[in-house]
């Protein structure tokens, strides 16, 4: 049975939002993860790595989640202390305990925008895959309870975010608690042992990858079980598989990225190799941070009275001038990873709404200017009415002069051109409302 296999090794990083980054204090912010725990990361420091890096990304990508940031707008921090945790099971009848080891949390501050964190978590040896499905199933939810009586996003909270915290409260209002929902990002490689690998089919990895990606009962993706997909369901979100090798594939889900496979994770030394500890995760955790931000800017252009929406599209179109990515990398399967994440988080559809909804407030903002300005034309249209009426008797008299009218013909003849006059300056200045007035019933 596929729940029974253990796995030779694993690579299991959680995902978090942060506030919002101010703009402003942002080397105020930064502040307090330097010195403590945290020492910052300013990427690669040898010859070879550096080249590495060089060599397969593109410099925009690079620089954004791998280098020393020299403009100062986004930064990095890492710790690597060792603290073991042990969760109890999500399921209040059950007595399922999990201990696990954080060994290392990363935080990225981006100026401006909403920050991540994320854990790397070590599972204690021996566990198969219905195990680990069980352990991520529980960690990624915020709410399930520590055994020391915190909830596992407050001990998170305590132990790594400088008590920065991540669900709302009646007394305190957490903005990325607005986008995050109730549960952590996952993101899981695991290997498995070449013999065991040799004996599954094709059809079963997928199965597996499904059952993970989603943290579903292992074998629901094979149908019969409470929560098995619907087959529709199940051949739509299996298309955005990475697959170019046979002897593994992954896949993003809204809240998971998962790659199931054999001889692809761990180095020849037998550590975890650095592509996907750093460099596959780090494409994901990109589009974690785009994705977020998409969210971020869509609630706030929601929610927003209309003297602030041209200020957030403005900062919305930097955004994207600064973060929309078409390519990363020189090679190959990084952009097919970078592609198919951005598929399976639905990128392009919501920047395109994004934009549309924009030039909607754009033609908004528009008409409401020029609504503006065309009562501004008519009050000084009026106005430069009002500078005659002192010499008003004087001209009278020379009309009458002129004309042999009598006063009572001026006054109608003045009249109807008063009136013709009106209609004309109604008609030039608010020509719709005029057909509208005029319009056949």
């Given at each position: 049975?596929?729940e ?10 959680l ?46 990508f ?11 707008n ?12 042990t ?44 195990d ?6 529980n ?12 909830t ?120 975890v ?49 600064n ?41 908004a903002?528009q ?18 009415g ?9 001209i ?46």
């Open positions: 049975m596929l029974n296999l253990k796995p030779k090794a694993c690579l299991i990083r995902v978090g939002l942060l506030d919002q980054v101010p703009d402003k204090n942002f080397e105020n912010y930064c502040k307090r993860f330097e010195g403590g725990i945290y020492k910052r990361d300013v990427g690669p420091t040898d010859d070879a790595s550096k080249k590495f890096l060089k060599d397969i990304l593109y410099p925009d690079r620089n954004l989640m791998f280098s020393d940031a020299k403009d100062k986004h930064v990095r921090y890492v710790t690597q202390i060792n603290t073991t945790v969760i109890k099971d999500f399921d209040s009848k059950s007595l399922q305990v999990y201990t696990v080891k954080v060994v290392q949390c990363e935080i990225y501050l981006f100026r401006g925008h909403v920050g991540l964190f994320s854990l790397k978590i070590e599972f204690q040896d021996g566990l198969n895959l219905n680990i499905r069980n352990h991520l199933f960690l990624r939810l915020f709410d399930v309870m520590c055994t020391n009586g915190q596992w996003h407050d001990w998170i909270s305590k132990n790594y975010l400088t008590g920065i915290s991540l669900r709302s409260t009646a007394t305190e209002m957490v903005e990325a608690d607005e986008y995050s929902g109730s549960k952590f990002k996952l993101f899981s490689a695991i290997q498995l042992n070449p013999a065991d690998a040799s004996q599954i089919t094709t059809q079963d990895r997928q199965e597996l990858l499904y059952d993970i990606g989603t943290v579903s009962q292992i074998g629901s993706a094979k149908g019969g079980k409470h929560f098995s997909p619907d087959l529709a369901y199940y051949a739509s979100v299996m298309e955005n598989r990475v697959a170019a090798y046979q002897n593994w594939e992954a896949i993003c889900f809204f809240d998971s990225f998962s790659c199931i496979g054999s001889s692809f994770l761990l180095d020849r030394d037998g550590n190799n650095p592509t996907w500890d750093q460099t596959y995760f780090r494409i994901y955790l990109f589009r974690l941070f785009f994705k977020y931000n998409l969210y971020r800017y869509n609630s706030l252009i929601a929610r927003s009275d209309s003297d602030k929406l041209v200020k957030y599209r403005d900062q919305f179109e930097d955004f994207l001038n973060y929309n990515i078409s390519h990363i990398s020189f090679n190959f399967l990084p952009n097919l990873i970078f592609d198919k994440t951005g598929i399976a988080l639905d990128l392009k559809t919501e920047i395109e709404m994004f934009r549309e909804r924009i030039k909607n407030l754009s033609t903002i008409e409401k200017k020029q609504a503006k300005t065309n009562f501004l034309l008519q009050l000084v249209t009026g106005l430069s009002l500078s005659v009426v002192s010499d008003l008797p004087s009278i008299d020379q009309i009458l002069k002129f004309t042999h009218w009598t006063k009572s013909e001026l006054s109608i003849y003045t009249l109807i051109l008063f009136l013709i006059a009106s209609v004309a300056v109604i008609y030039y200045l608010n020509p719709e409302k005029f057909k509208k007035w005029f319009a056949p019933k």
